[in-house]
């Protein structure tokens, strides 16, 4: 009996991480011959959307660089001959993808390319080397990655698609190590840039900066202090710019593997964590990171880890056996998925995507109607009360700009929270237990 009974505590130790993470279908690749690089939801189909280099599902049915997931199957997309995808972007309800695709005519090798409901159509003069990443602003689709022309202007690294033509973002940019662009985004009305480059034009400057009169500005001199770290994502959360990759404080860096800027200053999220972030995602007020670590704010961490604007909390507790393979992740449907080079996780053939099993949004609408706020509106205190609950709460208070304006921890529940330096204004406040959180609204005046 004691044996069998050690058999079976062994058999379930053994699969309790396996059952973390689910296939879906079988995955891409057969046997597993590529990567998923990116992921994106289609606006219109709600569809997931993923690009690759790989040339089947897991099935083994003819899928090429670019897929569509509908919850149950598998979908081609288009009819290239193959090649690799290396991202995908959605824009003015398009499909724009990149990469090396091949075709019968060829198409020609320019790496920027738009879906026209059929198939793929190369972009006429467009960059003449790869392309990694996407961002829009006022219309006008911008684009980074690795590559010295873009239609008729000589410029590295960043392009813009307007009205059907490319054109060149930095003429004045001279390259001195380095030369790729990870990823953009528009912060404060500036373009920044995160990725692997430097330029002879800025003293110390290397991997993260924004786009100033057709050149790079540097930010921050002690972030870009010897340079060695790789910036591979940027994110706005709560207001700030947040900067990740594999840049750490032994490398001259002022912090270990991600950092935010407000426009004017650089600070830690608390303590960071203790390897590489590879992609970041926000969800229900809080920001996602994804990469090698094993530790976040101090604590066991495996691989994904989540921060509320105070403090690191771990997403997965299980070892990933294929960790260093993880490259992307997106949160779809309230669900966590995850995408790589991985083909299994501990056991589990996944080929490289897989979704968590353990639920994201422990939000519950009902224990909000438990929650009472009052006086509301109110000039200077805002009572409150939950009766749903003996633990104590933690309370985060956000503006209409996504921004916390107001945090604390392990409150009574029942008080009150001082709003007196607040502007006025609508605010939303956030309740938080260990297993669930509520919000409301209430009104300064």
């Given amino acids: 009996m004691r044996f069998t009974l050690f058999i079976w505590l062994l058999v379930v130790a053994n699969h309790h991480s396996a059952q973390d993470w689910s296939p879906l279908d079988n995955g891409l690749g057969c046997p ?15 569809d997931l959307i993923v690009s690759g280099a790989f040339q089947t599902d897991g099935n083994c049915d003819t899928m090429r660089a670019f897929a569509r997931w509908n919850g149950v199957s598998w979908n081609s997309i288009g009819n290239t ?70 239609g008729n202007d000589s410029t590295y690294l960043l392009g813009r698609y307007e009205n059907g033509v490319c054109s060149g973002l930095v003429p004045n940019y001279k390259p001195s190590g380095g030369t790729s662009i990870s990823d ?4 404060q009305n500036e373009l920044y840039a995160g990725g692997n480059f430097n330029c002879f034009s800025v003293q110390g400057f290397s991997n993260f900066g924004k786009v100033s009169n057709g050149d790079f500005v540097s930010v921050d001199a002690q972030f870009n202090n010897t340079g060695g770290g790789l910036v591979s994502e940027l994110i706005v959360y709560n207001g700030e710019l947040i900067i990740a990759g594999g ?4 490398s001259g860096y002022t912090g270990d593997y991600i950092m935010k800027w407000d426009g004017n200053t650089m600070s830690e999220l608390g303590t960071g964590v203790n390897d590489r972030v ?36 771990a997403v997965n507790t299980n070892p990933i056996s294929e960790w260093w393979k993880l490259t992307n992740m997106i949160i779809w449907n309230d669900d966590l998925y995850i995408a790589g080079t991985f083909s299994e996780i501990d056991g589990v053939t996944l080929n490289g995507i897989a979704r968590f099993n353990q639920s994201l949004n422990i939000h519950n609408p009902e224990n909000s109607k438990d929650l009472k706020l009052y006086p509301n509106p109110t000039s200077d205190i805002i009572n ?62």
Avoid at 135 to 145: A, C, I, P, Q, R
Wanted: negative net charge; hydrophobic residues 35%.
């Fill in 32 to 46: 597993f011959n590529g990567e998923v690089k990116h992921m994106i939801v289609d606006s219109m189909t709600g």
């Fill in 278 to 313: 590879n992609d970041l995602e926000v969800f229900n007020g809080e920001l996602y990171a994804l990469g090698w670590f094993t530790e976040a704010g101090g604590n066991s961490a495996y691989h994904i880890a989540k921060w509320d604007g105070l403090e690191w909390t």
């Fill in 81 to 150: 001959h193959g090649g690799a995808s290396i991202t995908v972007y959605e824009f003015r309800d398009t499909l724009y993808g990149t990469g090396y695709l091949l075709d019968e005519p060829p198409l020609d090798y320019h790496d920027l390319h738009r879906y026209n409901l059929n198939d793929w159509d190369s972009i006429p003069e467009g960059p003449d080397g790869s392309v990694q990443c996407f961002t829009e602003n006022n219309g006008v689709l911008y684009f980074g990655g690795s590559f010295d022309k873009c």
């Fill in 384 to 445: 409150y009360s939950y009766p749903g609950t003996t633990d104590n709460l933690d309370v985060q208070i956000f503006n209409l700009l996504g921004q916390c304006v107001h945090a604390e921890k392990s409150i009574p529940t029942a008080g009150s929270i001082n709003i007196l330096s607040l502007p006025k204004g609508c605010y939303k406040v956030i309740f938080k237990t260990a297993s669930t959180h509520f919000d409301s609204f209430f009104i300064k005046i």
């Fill in 184 to 187: 953009l985004i528009f912060y």
């Fill in 247 to 250: 840049f750490n404080k032994s």
